[in-house]
């Protein structure tokens, strides 16, 4: 079993244990092939944990079809190197110390080098794809890299606007983390040899799931155990970002409101001036003692709840079901 | 014709002239297809100039063969929209404001938005690529990818070490240069359909001309007229850089050498205090007034002879004639 699964990722793993297995073996034995001078980085990432989900429903996806055993286990394989690159320019981005605990790459090897061992761990998931010889799967998974990094570019370019907030926060979020949910199990679903319908239906729950996941990252941003988090409560709001319990709160207290307060006061200072911690503090607040949070609890429901709806055109399997307690899983992370 | 390009490079690509201008064309139409968020982005970094050689030397690969028209000219747009997302990393790993003149990604829009924004580039041209279909061509661009950024790793990681630093030399331009020229006419070749034996010799070629093309600016760097390179004369090692010119200086004067002494009070002073700059002068001073120019210039002209001599088993064209001219051009860029 994988060092980082909790007994309920285990569990719902079961059906595709011993494939999750081989798909770390795989991982974990890049160090060994690559130039020398990379071989510690890769050891570092390749063992700082994780729970694994996205190729987990990569594999699940294939697994409810009778298929090639070995290219859904490489498609997996990038699904998860895709996702460590993606941390690593993402930690850089947001000036991160700590990742699951451990100090980032950035804060071991500093930002030039995590920038170019991102670019480098993009491109050795492009040629894990390519083993699978399917240019319809390597096309997503291109176009995949496009959208999460537009979706961190839009947080950039949209940080401190609350303009047009809640359409850019679904847009966001599908980029930055849905898309990939998306791709793993849509992948896994060609992969796997599922008819087309099927292969829709996987992708929708991809994004469902995707969507209900980064919601309920966001939402913990804001409730936050700060120890459990490894960041500081509101850390998206004092960097500017709008979330769905922030965007519920610009919506529905137009006078007085202290993140519109916080934004404007940003804007005359021109972000040199330290900001005044009274506003974050009562927006915080606000969110924490309001019909704010179940409206977020409902949202995420909801994307959990589709997302096993969009399960019932499968065939009724050990991994049809396992991807349905995916979803439940997702959703109990919330509460 | 294109705004970059002066006479001599002009009369080169005469044979493809039509088709670089359609590549231009696809390369200049994705602003308009991109995210609104993009476009000022996009629109700088495609008009920022370059003589285009990469997609150059596809498109002349593959008319040395009678070939489908489209698919070389897709591969060529995905070789410079590679070349553009590297150049964004490497200006925000070096620091660097300008290139060709103008301000850098990195210093319009910050670090930040660099590393993101390439990593959209580098997705897009592997959008790209997968539009041709051959899995062997993708497979070469993602593996090319790996190699031009491990090639940047290999300078950090190596920066103030004189150790096996010939060897390392060349391992390290090929990664960062050579590739991508490799790359460039393996798959011009390969789209082209030509028979393996040549595929071969294109990529040899595209090796030769590389290394020599890299060989080159290292040389600029040493001789250099500052404000054509750009940059300070020297930047290279006093960023700790090795390349041939100051190799040649560390293995030919191994007493009272001043780059071993500046790499010394590197070490013991940790980088902090700021160094003497007598001995990077010293060194500048012997690599001008020495047989080492003479020496750097003999190699890079014997890759460029290499390159001509790899087109031999060509059929004869107008490409091929430009291939060769192409070769005496990198040559001349030396004097």
Redo the contacts between chains.
């Keep these: 079993m994988l060092a980082g699964l909790d007994q309920r990722t285990a569990s719902i793993y079961a059906p595709i244990q011993p494939k999750l297995a081989r798909v770390e073996e795989h991982l974990r034995s890049l160090p060994q092939t690559s130039?020398p001078?990379?071989e510690p980085l890769l050891s570092y990432v390749l063992t700082s944990g994780g729970k694994r989900i996205r190729p987990a429903i990569t594999l699940l996806a294939a697994d409810c079809y009778p298929h090639d055993q070995e290219k859904p286990l490489i498609m997996a394989g990038a699904v998860e190197l895709l996702h460590l690159a993606t941390l690593i320019?993402d930690d850089?981005?947001d000036n991160s110390d700590l990742r699951r605990g451990k100090p980032t790459v950035t804060k071991l090897w500093g930002?030039?080098?995590a920038?170019?061992?991102?670019?480098?761990l993009?491109?050795?998931s492009?040629?894990f794809v390519?083993d699978t010889?399917n240019?319809r799967v390597?096309?997503r998974f291109?176009?995949?890299?496009?959208e999460?990094?537009?979706g961190?570019?839009?947080e950039?370019?949209?940080a401190f606007d609350s303009q047009d907030a809640r359409r850019l926060y679904q847009e966001r979020i599908y980029r930055k983390t849905a898309s990939l949910f998306c791709t793993a199990a849509e992948t896994g679903a060609v992969l796997g040899g599922a008819p087309e319908p099927q292969v829709k239906a996987l992708r929708d729950y991809g994004y469902q799931i995707g969507m209900a996941f980064q919601m309920v990252d966001d939402l913990l941003d804001v409730l936050g155990d700060p120890a459990e988090l490894g960041k500081p409560v509101g850390s998206d709001l004092r960097q500017g970002v709008l979330t769905l319990p922030s965007i519920l709160l610009l919506e529905r207290y137009p006078e007085n409101n202290p993140i519109q307060a916080m934004f404007r006061q940003r804007k005359q200072n021109d972000g040199d001036a330290p900001e005044n911690p009274a506003n974050l503090e009562r927006a915080l607040e606000i969110i924490n003692n309001s019909g704010i949070l179940p409206d977020c609890y409902a949202q995420i429901r909801e994307c959990c709840r589709n997302a096993s709806q969009s399960l019932e055109l499968l065939p009724d399997c050990p991994a049809r079901r396992s991807l349905r307690d995916l979803a439940d899983y997702v959703w109990e992370r919330s509460r």
Excluded: N, P, Q, W
């Excluded at 920038?115 to 480098?120: H, I, R, S």
């Excluded at 291109?142 to 496009?146: F, G, L, S, V």
């Design positions: 130039l001078d990379l320019h850089m981005v930002k030039d080098v920038v170019l061992f991102g670019d480098y993009f491109a050795t492009a040629t390519c010889g240019v390597i096309r291109a176009e995949t890299i496009m999460l990094a537009s961190e570019l839009l950039i370019f949209h």
